[in-house]
């Protein structure tokens, strides 16, 4: 039977607060309440005069942070809580400026699917370009596209089928070692394992474990670094530790170019120097760093949340655990190829579900290249905003009892997926949808299938994951798991 999980229910936010903000003098909930209604709502600005249309309501917040501490606090929550109050449209204070949020299928799929090319991916550039300058993500229109269509050539079948044979050994001889003495915190476990994968499949093991270290803690700046307060590399701040962050990984990945480029082999940093197209077009030296350090942060975090998301929801909901460990063994002993991988339904439907309750992308940012209108509302040039996919997730109209584990809801014939194009997007959409979309899963299947195959495991009882949204959501205590030999 399906489990509630803690959403934006009344209740579950006074679990989720008293474990945030524990000794607070005044009931918890209505600390998050006041704090987040801070400031009158205002306009964000007059649409022009005879346009008919409205303008973006909203508030700043507090002072100079605005609403970034709420956001970091509760995430989701925090953009449901918005939504509700403001609709698809609203502006808010965040990172010394305003921005505009949209969410809710209609107006995600608008600005996503940017028919007008009205949005860029300058919401990016203001964010992250410091950290990961000119990766395919920062990359706007004609230039995108050009590249884009360079670096699918190493996102093809047959590339996906090389990269899974190299992942599953790796994670064959990592996940039967892990402890089963004590409990474990496994989203780090599973941060070292990704970043294992990635050393082998990414680079083709070129590098030393020093390396790997080293590059692991370059890669931990670089991504916090973008949801910093202070937005100038001062002495001490995350800022310059993202900043001296990404002058080691360009070193690293500039040391081992000359490697990668005489080599024809399957790892993705030799794809992307070989990459062609049928018209001749290449990536430069730059292009090739740039991307590869791009595609080590996209892949790495990312696939480490995924794996660490549904490994929590399977551990508060056993009897998922039961059924998905019964298809992983019937699939045998033998290291399970692409193929095998993608027959694994109930598995790929639990991680599915654990991309809606826990998207790990949960704002995709954009800014307005001209004036322009979403869903009526005026939003001039030069406007950020951050796109919540995560909001998409829970909208009632796309979604049966939202706060619920269920990954049923994505079998046949109920789909809930398919309600509307944009209900389910973890992966964004449009022309900069993930390009690692299926990699990305093969490469949570594989694990997860392993974890599965080797071990039992379960939380405390009544543990509630906390998430920290200081970047991308992550467990704030690890993920305290306790693992079982099967
Ligand atoms: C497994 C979980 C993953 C999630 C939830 C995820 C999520 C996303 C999202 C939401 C975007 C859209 C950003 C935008 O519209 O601005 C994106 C783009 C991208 N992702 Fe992923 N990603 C994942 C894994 C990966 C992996 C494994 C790779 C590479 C191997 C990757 C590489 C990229 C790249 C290169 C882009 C930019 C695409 C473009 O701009 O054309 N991602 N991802």
Known sequence: MPHLIERTTQAARQRLSSVLLAPAPQPVDDAWRRFSRRGRPTDLAQPPAGSNLLPVRGDYGAPLVGHLLDYIRFGTDFACDRYERYG????????????????????????????????SQGGWTFLIDQFF????????????????????????????????????????????TWSTTRPVRLYWLLKRLTLDIATQVFMGGRGSNADSEQINQAFVATVRAASSLVRSPLPGTRYRAGVRGRRTLEHYFAQHLPSARASDGDDLFSALCQATTPEGEQFSDADVINHMIFLMMAAHDTATITTTAAAYYLATHPEWQDRARQESLALGDEPPDIDALEQLDTLDRIIKEALRLLAPVPLVMRKTVTDTAVLGHYLPADTLVAVAPAVNHFVPECWSQPDTFDPDRFAAPRREDHTHRFAWIPFGGGVHKCIGMHFGTLEVKAILHEMLRTHHWSVPPGYHARWDNTSLPVPADGLPVHLHNR
Do not use: C, S
């Not at 698809?88 to 028919?115: C, D, H, I, S, Y």
């Not at 004609?142 to 360079?150: A, F, P, Q, S, T």
């Open 88 to 119: 698809p449209v609203q502006w808010m204070g965040a990172f010394g400026t305003r921005l505009v949020t949209v969410a809710g299928p209609e107006a995600t799929q608008l600005v996503l699917t940017n028919k007008d090319k009205t949005f």
């Open 133 to 176: 300058h000119r990766g395919l993500m920062l990359l706007d229109f004609d230039e995108h596209k050009m590249h884009r269509r360079i670096m699918q050539h190493a996102f093809t079948r047959d590339r996906l089928a090389g990269y899974t044979q190299q992942v599953v050994p790796r994670v064959r001889t990592t996940v039967p």
